[in-house]
């Protein structure tokens, strides 16, 4: 992090800037640097010499407690060497430089750190640019522009630059679920206008965003993941949703943890992942709604970004909550007799028991795979029949036996249905048992995903990839994205006939492990 702080203060030190045009893609020019760089060292009163640059272009923990999350760093400023050290840091700040927010570390520590970002953005854009990436050796240093809000994330973490873009996105999603876009009018009032007040105790809510991009596939997978439940027990919960649903409620979700059980929604009103995602997030970082029945206003910024719809929030059972959407700010008793009539139901219906059964016992695990008698030999069914139960018993026993997994050395993998905007992947199973291990592919994953969807070059339709930690394959159709890790070892071949039989695994689940009531997005 030491580097980095060198890079940002001067804006120099091994320095490749991605400089964005309107119109197409432009090198920032050595005299513009050194302009920049003496602003840079006025604001920090920092003095160095030595200094070699480069120009560029390029194309545009889960098991961690809310508290934890929160407090992590909170005292920590520019000038602490815990603070220097920490791999991933992101911001917000207005174009005054004022900060508005940052993972780590005090805000009001941090004001001399946010008022030099702020100015190699303003210098940028006083030429006609818009900086979007800048590189300072291991570190890259990402920048999205949103009117008068600035969102900065400086990280070392390997992740391309298109994955740390999409996470600054969708920082500025759930900062609009809280406060709705309209909040940039204050601004243009007041530049200097201070937003903190306003996010006031809403630090966990971005803190436990933040944390989801190492864990959750749907932060870059723009898909949103179900519990796995009976056809019948799926249909019974989206009948009682569907008939409460009307001119005065627009969406009604029931969701267990950040897995949707069923969603249903007014004419023509449809839910972006993203927004299922965010909703989710803000609902389950927050301790308060599991205290008592809340009503509270929320945006869902891909429906209506520039207002507020009321929330009647509840937690039903276990990590059971229901969550039902209004325009009409007087509708709580409205909403609360609705959710009346949808709990007797889904009690009557033993919904909400099937639910927090699926949740501690279903998944798909990868020792499941059906057996292919035409692509195994009978050495493999045996090979098979001896992995599948040395899996079994770690699952059991909860520990990690090296080199077992599923048919063919498959390891894990995820499935997108494009149609449905829906995913679901394998559980992890040895020897993918350590947090390190599972945090590890899934940025894997990230970084594939990223190269399969380079706009420049168009999405690429199949990938093949083998290091030494394992094989990656990805597929890619119109109907579904495939994503799967193998054993290093394992064969081409093998990996290209196990994902044909994954896939069409998939389609025999497709009713217990899709909501296939769903809406098709179009976005």
Known sequence: MEAVLAAVDMTVGLVAVAAVHPISAVQLGMGSWSNLASVAMELNGWRGSGMQMSSRCTHSLHGQTHMQ???????????????????????????????????????????????????IISYVENSGDSVRLVQAGNHQIAFIMKGPIYLVCISCTEEPFQALKMQLELLYG?????????????????????????????????????????????????????????????????????????????????????????????????????????LSNFIVSSESFRTSEAFSPICIPRYNSTAFLHAYVHYLKDNTVLVLLTTDHNGFYHL???????????????VLNEVKTSMLNAGLHVE??????????????????????????????????????????????????????????????PPLTSHRAQKSLLRAYQNLYSSMH????????????????????????????????FDPLAEKSMAVATSNRVCQWIRDLENEIFFLGATPFSW
């Not at 992101?90 to 993972?103: D, N």
């Open 174 to 278: 759930q900062m609009l679920l809280i406060l709705t876009k309209s909040i940039e009018k204050y601004f243009g009032k007041n530049a200097k206008f201070d937003m903190r007040p306003l996010l006031g105790g809403t630090d966990v809510v971005f803190s436990s965003l933040i944390h989801s991009f190492s864990w959750n596939p749907a932060t870059f997978l723009h898909a949103y993941t179900c519990v796995p439940l009976s056809c019948a027990t799926r249909q019974a919960a989206s009948g009682i949703l569907q008939d409460v649903v009307d001119s005065r409620v627009i969406f009604a979700i029931l969701m267990c943890r950040h897995k949707v059980i069923s969603i249903a929604g007014a004419e023509k009103a449809t839910l972006h992942p993203d927004d299922i995602l965010l």
């Open 69 to 119: 999350l929160s407090l992590r760093g909170q005292m920590q400023d520019d000038m602490s060497i815990k603070w220097r050290k920490r791999k991933k840091h992101f911001f917000i700040i207005s174009h005054a430089g004022k900060p508005i927010y940052s993972r780590y570390g005090d805000e009001n520590k941090l004001a001399g750190f946010s008022a030099t970002l702020q100015a």
């Open 336 to 350: 609360k007799d609705c959710r009346i009539r949808i709990e007797t139901v889904l009690n009557k219906s033993n």
């Open 454 to 485: 380079i706009e420049a070059l168009g999405p690429h339709k199949m990938q093949y990839r083998r290091d030494r930690n394992y094989i990656l394959l990805c597929w890619i159709t119109q109907d579904f994205e495939l994503y799967a890790a």
């Open 368 to 429: 499941d795979l059906p057996s292919d008698p035409i692509v195994q030999s009978s050495y493999g069914h045996q090979q098979h029949d001896k992995d599948h139960k040395l899996a079994v018993a770690a699952r059991e026993t909860k520990k990690d036996i090296v080199g077992v997994g599923g048919p063919g050395g498959l390891w894990h993998f995820m499935y997108k249905s494009i149609y449905l905007d829906q995913y679901v992947a394998s559980e992890f199973s």
